[in-house]
């Protein structure tokens, strides 16, 4: 069983940056990913970028060349460095995790995981 809680959400305007986090508790098996996704209102949830346990990541194109997702192990803790935020970018993000994966890509990821989500709103 694994927990998630995200955190770093916030209101920025277009062109700002937030880096969010997402701690992890409890236990992870010895091939797993993790990622993020979001959710705008009305929308569907779509992934954004995933990271597998050795460190591998991918990045969904909306979001490449802005977004960095990354982990510190030591930490357990998740990160999404987000830069150059625009309004579309608005939605809630939520942190989550698939046990026993050996890819990850971001279209058919399925987590078994997820936390609470964190709010991210841009204004323009």
């Known amino acids: 069983q694994v927990q998630l809680v995200e955190s770093g959400g916030g209101s920025v305007q277009a062109g700002g940056s937030l880096r969010l986090s997402c701690a992890a508790s409890g236990y992870h098996s010895s091939s797993y990913c993790m990622g993020w996704y979001r959710q705008a209102p009305g929308k569907e949830r779509e992934g954004v970028a995933t990271?597998?346990?050795?460190?591998?990541?991918n990045h969904a194109d909306s979001v490449k060349g802005r977004f960095t997702i990354s982990r510190n192990n030591a930490k357990n803790t998740l990160y999404l460095q987000m830069n150059n935020l625009k309004p579309e970018d608005t939605a809630m993000y939520y942190c989550?995790?698939?046990?026993?994966?050996?890819?990850?890509?971001?279209?058919?990821?399925?987590?078994?995981?997820w936390g609470q989500g964190t709010q991210v709103t841009v204004s323009s």
């Open positions: 989550a995790e698939e046990p026993w994966a050996w890819q990850c890509p971001i279209a058919t990821m399925t987590p078994s995981y």
């Open positions: 990271i597998h346990s050795d460190g591998r990541t």
